[in-house]
């Protein structure tokens, strides 16, 4: 899996880590759907017996491995790496105690306090990302619910066709994203999976302009 993940800058090329939307594989293969636990306070789910740092948060996945954070909108992927500035707020905050697989570095931290983020990605990062860690816990959102009919696609029968996983999505789970950092990352997504019109692209008038 090391090696498997060494790949994934060559991938990225020189995009920026907040604008990657190379689909990658992290080496996570659950052999059927997980289970989940809430984390107390907090609108995140984590799967304590998943492999790695496995998190659910506002109708997406999410895995903290190797220093970088990934989503995906099914439970095996396909993945997306997550630029530093594009994490949700929530799942920073989310306490060192329910990583399963923290990095080295985690552990002279408090496992009841969020990750010291701004002291691994630097005083930039904590700058453009200021107050990350203070919120008023009042108005904290209630967790969006677990797409469970997922669980009827274990790893022998699991979807691997992006426009499968799409419409099986689109039929099971109306819930909407309310993280405008996820609502974004989902406007975008959408738009660079729509099938192509080909009879809009086609059905032009003679001066080439689109008919209306």
């Keep these: 899996m090391r090696h498997l993940l060494l790949v994934v800058p060559l991938l990225l090329g020189s995009v920026p880590a907040a604008l990657a939307q190379v689909s990658v594989s992290i080496g996570i293969h ?20 998943a492999p790695g740092n496995y998190f659910f948060y506002d109708g997406l996945y999410w895995v903290f491995q190797s220093d970088n954070w990934y989503s995906s909108g099914w ?12 994490v949700p ?12 697989q923290p990095p080295s570095y985690f552990r002279a931290w408090r496992a009841d306090a969020a ?14 990302r200021a107050g990350w860690d203070r919120w008023d ?15 009827r696609y274990p790893q022998s029968r699991y979807p691997q066709d992006a426009d499968e ?23 975008r997504k959408d738009e660079r999976d729509s099938p192509r019109n080909d009879r809009g692209n086609n ?7 689109d008919r209306p």
């Excluded at 439970?75 to 594009?86: E, L, S, T």
């Excluded at 059905?203 to 302009?209: A, H, S, W």
């Design 165 to 187: 996983q799409r419409v099986i999505r689109s039929e099971n789970y109306r819930y909407r994203p309310r993280d405008p950092v996820v609502r974004e990352r989902d406007k």
């Design 89 to 100: 707020l929530f799942l920073l905050r989310v306490p060192v105690r329910y990583y399963q």
């Design 203 to 209: 059905d032009r008038g003679n001066n080439g302009r």
């Design 30 to 49: 659950l052999p059927v759907y997980p289970e989940f636990q809430r984390v107390p306070g907090y609108p995140v789910y984590h799967a304590p017996n």
């Design 75 to 86: 439970y095996n992927g396909p993945w997306q790496q997550v630029g530093p500035d594009r």
């Design 137 to 151: 816990r009042r108005t904290t959102p209630a967790p969006a619910p677990l797409p469970r009919y997922q669980g």
């Design 115 to 128: 990750p010291r983020w701004g002291e691994h990605w630097g005083r930039d990062w904590e700058q453009r």
